[in-house]
């Protein structure tokens, strides 16, 4: 598929594949986002290549039983209109406002049972500008909900993936969600000088995982297990929303 300006592929429905295809563009400020959206139950996404976008996969309300396995991601930076967006991203902001005028949904359900596993990520392996760009995968909620006051997602996973020369491996928005798991991922951050490494070694990789800080309580849901980072400033940290900090 090439070149597609917006969605290369829109699903909504029920028992979804999309597999074994070939995703690319040379036209990035046109073609930057979304290739694969899904509003679905019961998907599988495997064995695709993307190349080029700046986000490949969303998944958004509402999604069920979604299964994001053994893609390859040429990731490029995202531009300046798409600042947090991440490549593989689970969204269910506004959840509960998706189904009041849907009346043949039978169940407000929250998302869930989400897995991302074994999929590689690669962004350029030049610096990223100032800002929340660069990031592999995203979680993003509601700020709040009188539908859904706990959470709107559950059961998501992002394991034994490949991400490399990242400025942000995991991002998370808000705090609706229950049991995240990132365990057994490797995080290659982009190249520095080792050579007389020292604290004042300029890092050009953030951080594994990032937070939005009025989400902090979200941290008492993640697993982050058995992961292997090389070369990050941090491990985990805050985002203010001002800028200054990213």
Request: with cysteine.
């Amino acid at each position: 598929v090439y070149n597609s300006s917006e969605h290369a592929v829109y699903a909504a429905g029920v028992d979804v594949d999309i597999c074994n295809n070939y995703f690319y563009t040379d036209k990035p400020a046109i073609c930057a986002y979304d290739v694969v959206k899904i509003r679905s139950r019961n998907v599988q996404i495997s064995g695709n290549v993307f190349a080029n976008y700046a986000a490949a996969i969303a998944i958004v309300v509402p999604s069920f039983e979604v299964n994001v396995v053994g893609n390859t991601i040429y990731a490029l930076e995202t531009i300046a209109l798409l600042s947090s967006t991440a490549v593989i991203a689970v969204d269910s902001d506004g959840l509960e406002n998706y189904y009041p005028p849907r009346p043949w949904f039978n169940t407000t359900d929250s998302m869930r049972n989400i897995s991302i596993t074994g999929n590689t990520i690669q962004f350029p392996p030049q610096d990223a500008s100032s800002g929340l760009y660069q990031i592999a995968f995203r979680i993003y909620t509601s700020a709040s909900s009188t539908t859904f006051p706990l959470y709107e997602q559950e059961n998501i996973s992002f394991c034994g993936n490949s991400v490399s020369d990242y400025k942000i491996g995991a991002y998370i928005i808000n705090q609706l969600v229950r049991n995240i798991n990132i365990s057994d991922n490797t995080f290659s951050a982009k190249s520095f000088t080792e050579t007389g490494f020292s604290g004042s070694t300029s890092m050009n990789t953030y951080a594994v995982l990032v937070i939005y800080d009025t989400s902090t309580y979200v941290g008492n849901q993640i697993k982050f297990n058995n992961n292997a980072v090389r070369g990050s400033t941090y491990l985990f940290s805050t985002y203010t929303g001002i800028g200054t900090g990213v």
